[in-house]
């Protein structure tokens, strides 16, 4: 299944995942100014975007750009949405990695979630729903995501849900080496 021809909708018992809607723009504002969040978004190799948003303007901005990235391939953005209380707590992005470095044709795992939303067990939910059916989404070899060392609930999390942390680093289209990747195959 191509993500780009039809993203599906996945769900577990708590959280459900599909592709980012305009309507979900209010929710991701609280996600995407939520200071406390900040250092745990991956903003790794995006052009300086540290996916802090002031505003429902730039929100709305940030909106228009993932619709576009998505119809061009780039890249995609789901939206998490807590059944509990019906209501968008964060996003997972999506994308094939196509690099000269050890990273070569993974898919990379970005999961941005609401401060509250930081917690191991939430995070091991999030990673188990999406992680099995990367491969076959983005026709990839492996997946990797980013815990920086400080993220502890996040490092639990990925670790039970079988990621390994990897000695490699991930080198920027600028030629910057990032750390802190973790990968599955």
């Not at 305009?22 to 996600?31: P, Q, R, S, T």
């Not at 505003?55 to 391939?73: A, C, H, I, P, Q």
Request: proline share 3%; aromatic share 12%.
């Amino acid at each position: 299944m191509d993500i780009y021809e039809a993203c599906p909708v996945y769900e577990s018992e708590r959280f459900r995942l599909r592709l980012v809607e305009n309507e979900d723009l209010e929710d991701l504002w609280k996600v995407y100014s939520d200071e406390n969040a900040l250092p745990f978004f991956n903003s790794d190799n995006c052009d300086g975007d540290n996916f802090y948003y002031a505003t429902v303007e730039k929100m709305k901005e940030v909106l228009g750009f993932w619709d576009f990235s998505y119809k061009n391939r780039w890249f995609a953005r789901l939206s998490i949405i807590d059944k509990e209380v019906s209501t968008v707590i964060g996003t997972i992005e999506l994308c094939l990695r196509e690099s000269e470095d050890a990273f070569n044709h993974m898919g990379i795992l970005r999961l941005d979630v609401r401060s509250d939303y930081e917690k191991e067990d939430m995070l091991l939910e999030l990673v188990s729903l999406i992680t099995p059916h990367i491969p076959e989404l983005l026709d990839c070899d492996g997946v990797l995501t980013k815990a920086p060392i400080y993220a502890v609930e996040r490092m639990k999390a990925i670790q039970r849900a079988g990621f390994m942390k990897s000695e490699h680093l991930l080198i920027g289209k600028d030629g910057y080496a990032y750390n802190g990747y973790w990968t599955i195959e």
